[in-house]
């Protein structure tokens, strides 16, 4: 057994101090330090903060490396990457390229899942499809030659892997018929985004089983006073909600009204792109384009695509600048997604029993360790 002692643990409802948490390759138990059995390797937090490992439900690349490369070593060296970001499980996320293209991608995830289990990198929790069965008038980044109608078929062939689907309700034709048959044969968390949809459709989509919105605000149909769009249907109904925590994408004076309105429903993502963890440049997207210059990557005629954040500073932006308590910034990037990914009674959070996946991190939430089912995957340099 081992011993993390000298930080404050992050549990999902407190921040537990002069304590010390217990684990094997699951979390065994929380006691005072002065309680810790005397056999137990000792990890010293050096007064930072332990914390349940981040979940990434939505990011396209790292470290030069996109998921539609559809090369296993695209994936080992993102895994590996977001293991410095404290992300001990992930979603890969494909876009709206040819369909074969995805195709390739899928097939190779599949491969790798049960591998990255141990491997020393990030685990493939499974795959989040954005597109291509999407809105051409708001494709944001993707390309609009590669757009599809939604199709059951093909979802169902990979729903082992698919654990996510992002879709424009109002391209489903005949009632919703390909979400009513997703939703009734799969466990895929079907998620409206990249949508032109109004509000009634989207309030009938979510009906239909729609039970989750991609990057909140973003590529969707706004909250306006007679028009009430996508983004309303999102907070006045009961489903997950994913948000861009860079700063950018969505303004900071939201982060507290979301939090409120939308609580354990709230997930935060990067949908970060093989710019991230590199130096501001060129670099390519589903073979377009892609300018990185700050915090920004956009298309070249301006249009802006996703983000190069990496998860642990997404929780940390939202901490510095809202009144949401740090336990709640770290449920948004652990536990609700694992909720909204039906995986919650093994992981996002440190209850006992649950799969010994820690970050152990310095004041300013920067990684220190990263710990994947009881083992030291990533330890800082510094």
Not at 8 to 19: A, F, G
Not at 284 to 290: A, D, N, P, S, Y
Not at 363 to 379: H, S, W
Request: proline share 3%; with cysteine.
């Amino acid at each position: 057994m081992k011993a993390i002692i000298n930080g404050k643990i992050i549990l999902k409802d407190r921040i537990l101090e002069n304590n010390a948490i217990l684990f094997s390759d699951v979390i065994e138990g929380v006691v005072p330090t002065d309680n810790v059995p005397k056999a137990c390797e000792i990890i010293d937090a050096k007064g930072g903060y332990i914390a349940p490992g981040l979940i990434d439900i939505h990011i396209h690349g790292y470290l030069g490396k996109d998921v539609c490369d559809g090369e296993e070593d695209s994936i080992r060296t993102i895994s590996k990457g977001l293991l410095s970001n404290g992300v001990t499980g992930y979603l890969p996320t494909t876009m709206t390229v040819d369909i074969s293209v995805i195709e390739k991608a899928l097939k190779v995830l599949r491969n790798l899942k049960e591998e990255s289990k141990t491997w020393d990198g990030s685990a493939i929790l499974g795959c989040h499809m954005e597109g291509p069965y999407i809105s051409e008038s708001k494709k944001g980044a993707q390309d609009a030659k590669h757009i599809l109608k939604p199709d059951a078929k093909f979802v169902k062939k990979y729903a082992d892997i698919v654990k996510s689907i992002t879709l424009a309700p109002e391209t489903d034709e005949n009632d919703f018929a390909a979400i009513r048959e997703i939703k009734r044969d799969t466990d895929v968390l079907i998620s409206m985004g990249h949508t032109s949809a109004d509000y009634e459709t989207a309030m009938a989509s979510v009906a239909a089983g729609v039970n989750h919105v991609t990057h909140l605000f973003n590529a969707m149909t706004p909250l306006t006073h007679r028009a009430p769009g996508v983004v309303t249907a999102a907070l006045n109904s009961d489903i997950s909600c994913e948000l861009i925590v860079d700063t950018f994408h969505v303004d900071k004076c939201f982060y507290d009204m979301l939090y409120k309105l939308k609580g354990r429903k709230l997930c935060f993502i990067t949908d970060c792109l093989p710019a991230g963890g590199l130096p501001e440049g060129e670099y390519t997207l589903g073979g377009q384009k892609i300018i990185y210059k700050g915090i920004v990557c956009r298309l070249e005629d301006g249009t802006v695509a996703g983000s190069v954040l990496q998860l642990n500073k997404g929780v940390w932006n939202v901490f510095k600048n809202s009144s949401i308590p740090l336990y709640e910034c770290v449920n948004c990037a652990s536990l609700n997604p694992a909720i909204a990914l039906g995986i919650s009674d093994k992981k996002g959070s440190l209850d006992i029993g649950k799969d010994a996946d820690i970050i152990v991190t310095d004041n300013q939430f920067n990684i220190l360790k990263t710990i994947i089912g009881g083992a030291v995957k990533y330890e800082s340099e510094s």
